[in-house]
């Protein structure tokens, strides 16, 4: 039987026998998806303090950098100056990188090393100022005393919560009556305001910066958390920058190379790509010259979800909230989003002074982002 559009045949088809048809629910237009906050999931623990604080701790280095610029013949120079000389000791082989050359460090003063050249049989090389410098090993002698110790220190890193709040107000007439589409004014009002507050708190933990003075807020100064993008420092490239891959749109090439720069800087595991739209589609084009498609198939795929490489499996995720020139690789294990003790987002009653209702939707919550040089970002990639 052909569609009518009604709903029955029995409907009545004059004006004073139909009434109006509303739907139970409301549709909302405005987005309020929060994949990250998603993805990230309930923190396995809660902020006990506005400044809520963790510590970080790192191993030994174990490269350096060449600071000389002189250089005479390979096979008499026997000495430069690194960076840092106190990663180094006496018996540490050595290796430049893009150099076949081993050499073995005889002594060290400040920042100049000694070194005996094409150690291990190797033949010697020209060195080049800002060449990075590999320490391989230690080479201790036999009964040997013990070597100096060395350590590092811990790191004290912190954030601040955020509140975020927003009031409802219901006249004392719209609780009493009726409303079209929806059961209580207060509950959808509530609901609403709550949807609001959890996208801006997703906004917040992918955007949001603190205060450069007086962070720990006041009555004056409004304390807010400092969020992901505004901490990554280490593994921040930028189109243009030198020896990143070139062009402005985003490929394998640029993806690869951040996953591999964070890998080698990091104990990191990338687990997430979060990008906005434009970027997605940049992400789902990685593939589109390998596709192909049966002459029965009847549905057209034009979407990567995940993305594995050598350096790990990275679920793809699309947020409306992140800047469109921007992608960010992230280590979700590393990174909380969390309320202060029993400040999660709840309603709080207020008294009325006259004929209505009203309350307060409260919350307050930071991010914990542990070892910033575990994740990564790209900014300035092209939009259009």
């Not at 060449?66 to 990663?87: C, E, K, L, Y």
């Not at 390998?290 to 979407?303: A, I």
């Amino acid at each position: 039987m052909a569609f009518s559009g009604k709903a029955t045949y029995s409907a009545g088809t004059t004006l004073p026998e139909l009434v109006e048809d509303v739907a139970d629910l409301i549709g909302l237009i405005t987005p309020y998806e929060t994949p990250v906050l998603n993805a990230l999931g309930d923190p396995l623990r809660e902020a006990r303090s506005t400044h809520h604080e963790w510590l970080e701790d790192a191993l030994l280095p174990n490269k350096d950098a060449i600071n000389d610029a002189t250089w005479t013949d390979p096979s008499t120079d026997t000495q430069f100056d690194v960076d840092h000389g106190s990663r180094f000791r006496v018996g540490d082989q050595i290796q430049v990188e893009g150099s076949e050359e081993l050499m073995l460090v005889t002594a060290v003063n400040s920042n100049t090393l000694t070194v005996l050249r094409a150690y291990g049989d190797t033949t010697a090389e020209n060195l080049a100022d800002n060449q990075v410098v590999n320490i391989l090993g230690n080479a201790a002698l036999e009964g040997s005393d013990k070597p100096e110790a060395r350590f590092t220190n811990r790191v004290r890193c912190g954030n601040y919560t955020q509140i975020f709040t927003a009031a409802v107000e219901i006249s004392g007439s719209d609780m009493a009556a009726n409303q079209l589409g929806l059961l209580s004014e207060m509950d959808t009002q509530k609901e609403n305001r709550l949807r609001e507050l959890v996208r801006n708190l997703e906004s917040t933990v992918l955007n949001g910066g603190r205060p450069t003075s007086d962070p720990q807020g006041s009555g004056t100064v409004r304390r807010s958390m400092k969020g992901i993008v505004q901490h990554l420092a280490s593994n921040v490239f930028h189109v243009g920058d030198s020896g990143f891959p070139t062009g402005a749109d985003l490929d394998e090439a640029k993806v690869n190379y951040v996953l591999r720069k964070i890998w080698e800087n990091s104990s990191g595991n990338v687990d997430l790509i979060v990008v906005g739209g434009f970027q997605k589609r940049k992400i789902n084009a990685f593939c589109a010259d390998s596709r192909s498609y049966g002459p029965r198939d009847t549905t057209f795929k034009d979407m990567v979800g995940v993305y594995e490489s050598d350096f790990g499996v990275c679920q793809i995720l699309t947020t409306r909230w992140l800047p469109q020139d921007a992608a960010l690789f992230l280590d979700s294990s590393r990174i909380s989003v969390m309320p202060l003790t029993g400040r999660s987002f709840h309603f709080k009653p207020l008294a009325s002074g006259g004929d209505y209702e009203c309350g307060e939707l409260i919350g307050e919550y930071t991010v914990e982002l542990k070892n910033e040089a575990a994740h990564g970002m790209i900014r300035d990639l092209s939009t259009g």
